[in-house]
């Protein structure tokens, strides 16, 4: 009799907790898909991305499952989450190496951190892991449709980076730190060579060589930039 006393307030305990908190079935995938773009057509993406999210995660063996990550990585980005577009994208990464669609999730990895790059005067890291990323996808897929665009970017970061390492380098001429500016001015001149900056930086080292009393080396660098930018407006500043 106990025994069959203990099952019956068992049963009654079970019945009772389903009554007030039931189980919800997992949506139809289609159904999730359906309300997630419904959400991105009304621009409402932290919602959206929330939804591609549950599509992944319930069914992470479907067809889907690449493209659902696609979406929510895209749509943070467009949320301007760009650390969640990251993960997004690092996930997809993990999971789905050989999709068809990783040339543009390393494109898209390369506008996260290029949107976060910010003025010259601040550090450059998002700059420098954007380069990076662009780099990788021009190297892995030199003929996919984002390379051009890519190679843009590249040139952009490049420049950026040596606007970055030009704008210390003046401020350590004017703090009479040669050393200093010229081991930065030399960087750009070695490793920037297709920039913009590289006029400058030739002229630059003249003048600190000078500064230091060491005439045949800046006569090198006048030398190196009448050569090489004979009408730049830097080499016609040259005395």
């Known amino acids: 009799m106990k025994k069959l006393v203990l099952c019956v307030c068992v049963c009654g305990m079970l019945a009772g907790c389903g009554g007030t908190e039931e ?16 959400e991105f057509n009304k621009k409402d993406y932290e919602e959206a991305a929330e939804l591609f999210q549950i599509a992944e995660s319930q069914y992470p063996a479907s067809p889907w499952a690449a493209d659902a990550l696609v979406m929510m990585a895209y749509t ?21 190496p050989g999709h068809k669609d990783v040339p543009y999730m390393m494109y898209l990895r ?12 601040r550090d450059p890291g998002m700059s420098v892991y954007a380069l990076q990323s662009f780099q990788q996808l021009v190297e892995r897929f030199p003929k996919s449709e984002y390379a051009e665009n890519a190679k843009n970017k590249i040139m952009i970061l490049k420049n950026y980076i040596a606007g970055k390492v030009m704008y210390a380098a003046r401020s350590d001429m ?35 060589y000078n500064a230091i009393g060491l005439p045949e080396q800046a006569a090198g660098y006048a030398d190196m930039l009448k050569k090489n930018f004979p009408d730049n407006e830097w080499t016609k500043k040259l005395k």
């Not at 650390?83 to 997809?92: C, K, T, V, W």
Request: glycine residues 2%.
């Open 23 to 38: 189980i919800a079935p997992e949506r139809p995938l289609e159904d999730i898909y359906q309300s997630a773009y419904q």
């Open 76 to 96: 943070r980005y467009m949320d301007k989450d760009f650390a969640g577009s990251i993960l997004a994208i690092d996930r997809y990464m993990r999971f789905h």
């Open 110 to 121: 390369g506008m996260d951190y290029y949107r976060q790059v910010s003025d010259v005067r």
């Open 174 to 208: 004017q703090n009479k730190n040669w050393t200093s500016a010229i081991t930065r001015f030399q960087s750009v001149v070695t490793t920037a060579q297709e920039t913009v900056m590289t006029p400058e930086a030739m002229f630059r080292l003249t003048e600190c």
